[in-house]
Each structure stands twice: as structure tokens, then as C-alpha cells.
């Protein structure tokens, strides 16, 4: 069946420092991949939307990466603040989601 | 701009007792759906819709029914609410192939 996972361990990051969170996925082949932002008590909020065709994708301080052979996906964040805590969620598509990891930046 | 409206925002039912949640949204898009959000996992979708008057099961529908009459509502309806259903309900709209909208969710506990 397809998969989508996330490392379900919360991620703790110094304040600065580059964050990077992973997404793998198994048994099928998506055309796109999403990655979202869920802050305690919210709905998630989109952030970057990568195609299969497309290596990289960078906004602001944000980056993802897609790896069709590896079947993964990176998302960074560089120069990260406390205010970048949040579960960050992939989705290769909208009919799956991954668990989220959870992202602690300390000051 | 609203977007993406839930209602309510948190609910307690009782064992057997039925309720419908309501997703409302005002930027015309065609694709509504319905998730569930329970700790450790990820969204699971319930139904979703493409469109006004159509309904599709998603990969946990049972217990659950929905209805979309208008374009711009999306409701979600328990029958006999069941302790297995407490949960966090999620509802988005989309313009296929862009991103979804999210509201903030119900949260429903069922005692």
C-alpha cells in the first residue's frame, strides 16, 4: 500500500542552526509533492509545492528538495527561529498525508 | 477574507447521539474534503467532493456521511456518534492542483 513517512521524534534545533526534516515515501510515484505548516490548534497552512520535474524549490528561508529515485523529500529551513516551531506535514498528494514531524527551534 | 470556515469549533457528544459539522468556504473552489487528525498520525481523509452534488468515500468512511448541496458547503454527519470518533476533524478546499485551505478544525469528543 502507499506510505508516506515522517520521523515521528520531535526535532530539536539550536536557534541559527539549519533545520532539516525528511519525507519518504513507498509504493507509488507522485507527480508533486506539498509541504505544509500545523501550529497547535490550527488547521495546517501550505508553504511550498515541489513537481517531479523540478530538483529544488526555495522561499525565503525555506527550501525543499525532491528525489524521485530515492523516493524522498527534504525541507529545510536555514537561519532558524523559535518562531519556525511547528509540525511541518507532507503530502505527496492530497488524498495522503504524513504524521508530521515536530520541529523545536530554542533560543 | 474568511476562507475556509468549521462550525463548530468544539463539541461533546454522548455515545449513540448524532451531529453534523460544517465546512463552509467563499472562495469558490471546486474540491472540498473532509480529515480526521488523531495524535501520531496523519491526516486520514474521510469523504471528499469534486464538485456540487457529488461525494466520494475516502479511506475512512464508515460512521460517517456527507452532503454537498451547495458549492460552498461541505457537511460531515455522524449518525450514532461512537467513543472511536473522538477526534479532531479538518476540512480544506481546493482548486485541483494548487494547494488546499484548511479551516482549524472541530474539536469532538465522544464520551
Known amino acids: 500500500s502507499q506510505k508516506i513517512e515522517q520521523n515521528s521524534e520531535a526535532l530539536n534545533i539550536q536557534e541559527g542552526k539549519t533545520a532539516t526534516l525528511t519525507c519518504n515515501y513507498t509504493n507509488y510515484s507522485p507527480a508533486y509533492l506539498q509541504w505544509y505548516r500545523q501550529d497547535p490548534g490550527r488547521g495546517p497552512v501550505f508553504l511550498l509545492l515541489?513537481?517531479?520535474n523540478e530538483k529544488e524549490k526555495r522561499k525565503e528561508r525555506l527550501k525543499v528538495t525532491f528525489d524521485t529515485t530515492l523516493k524522498q523529500s527534504l525541507f529545510h529551513i536555514t537561519a532558524s527561529q523559535p518562531a519556525d516551531s511547528a509540525t511541518y506535514l507532507c503530502?505527496?498528494?492530497?488524498?495522503?498525508w504524513g504524521a508530521g514531524t515536530k520541529l523545536i527551534i530554542k533560543p | 477574507n474568511a476562507g475556509v470556515t468549521q462550525t463548530p469549533k468544539f463539541r461533546v457528544l454522548k455515545t449513540g447521539q448524532s451531529m453534523t459539522l460544517l465546512c463552509a468556504q467563499d472562495?469558490?473552489?471546486?474540491?472540498m474534503y473532509w480529515y480526521r487528525q488523531d495524535p501520531g498520525m496523519g491526516l486520514r481523509l474521510i469523504h471528499y467532493s469534486v464538485g456540487e452534488g457529488t461525494t466520494a468515500k475516502g479511506e475512512v468512511p464508515d460512521g460517517y456521511n456527507v452532503s454537498r448541496l451547495k458549492k460552498q458547503n461541505f457537511l460531515l454527519g455522524l449518525e450514532s456518534a461512537a467513543p472511536s470518533q473522538t477526534s479532531v476533524y479538518f476540512c480544506a478546499a481546493q482548486v485541483i492542483g494548487q494547494p488546499q485551505h484548511f479551516g482549524d478544525g472541530t474539536r469532538l469528543s465522544i464520551l
Open positions: 515541489i513537481r517531479e
Open positions: 472562495m469558490n473552489h471546486e474540491y
Open positions: 503530502a505527496p498528494y492530497q488524498l495522503i
